[in-house]
């Protein structure tokens, strides 16, 4: 069960993860909880230094014990769940500086797994074009590829593929040209 951390705000993200009783805030309705749902399973926790202080100490009690409380209950329930985390800050400087709990910090950090930027993966760029343009029945000309290749890519793959899919939109014809492609890499920048 994917969850973007960085997408729900700070007084919904207990309730997500957990879940709640009804009546626990004004309108909450009852539902189990990311860590219900997933028992068993996986959880992955992407842009988990995003998430509170306060949310985050009982993520580390989940983690540690695994048991929870859902919003407004005094049960005790407990999950099984495997979880998965990912984000783009450096959390050992987030621990540093008081944003991120160092406890929690070696929980999640078992196996770390450093992913180098795309411009620092360039020769991976033409099958990431290929493959996402597949199912859009494209393709791109050798220019429009060299110019992918040559640049920064500072938002990743995410800005890569904002920018073929801005690239799309924009042109009528099955191959992607040089022209449209830096076209859009502007517009996605």
């Known amino acids: 069960m994917p969850l973007n951390c960085a997408g729900i705000s700070e007084t919904l993200a207990e309730s997500t993860l957990?879940?709640?009783?009804?009546g626990a805030f004004t309108g909450a309705k009852t539902h189990r909880g990311y860590f219900s749902e997933a028992n068993n399973g996986?959880?992955?926790?992407?842009?988990?230094?995003?998430l509170s202080l306060t949310t985050q100490a009982?993520?580390?009690?989940?983690?540690?014990?695994?048991?929870?409380?859902?919003?407004g209950s005094t049960s005790?329930?407990?999950?099984?769940?495997?979880?998965?985390?990912?984000?783009?800050?450096?959390?050992?400087?987030?621990?540093?500086?008081g944003r991120f709990r160092e406890d929690l910090y070696h929980r999640i950090s078992v196996m770390p797994i450093h992913l180098k930027p795309l411009r620092e993966r360039r020769h991976e760029?033409?099958?990431?074009v290929m493959d996402y343009l597949?199912?859009?029945?494209?393709?791109?000309?050798?220019?429009?590829m060299r110019f992918l290749v040559s640049e920064e890519w500072l938002g990743n793959i995410?800005?890569?593929f904002s920018c073929l899919e801005i690239a799309c939109y924009l042109s009528e014809k099955d191959v992607l040209d040089k022209e449209t492609v830096?076209?859009?890499?502007?517009?996605?920048?």
């Open 42 to 50: 996986t959880i992955f926790l992407d842009e988990v230094g995003e």
């Open 182 to 189: 830096q076209y859009a890499y502007r517009i996605s920048c």
């Open 58 to 71: 009982k993520l580390l009690q989940v983690l540690s014990e695994g048991i929870f409380m859902r919003l």
């Open 18 to 22: 957990f879940g709640c009783v009804e």
């Open 76 to 97: 005790i329930c407990k999950s099984h769940a495997r979880v998965i985390c990912a984000t783009n800050i450096d959390l050992k400087i987030a621990v540093e500086k």
């Open 134 to 144: 597949h199912s859009r029945k494209k393709s791109v000309d050798v220019h429009a």
């Open 158 to 160: 995410r800005q890569l």
């Open 125 to 128: 760029i033409p099958g990431l």
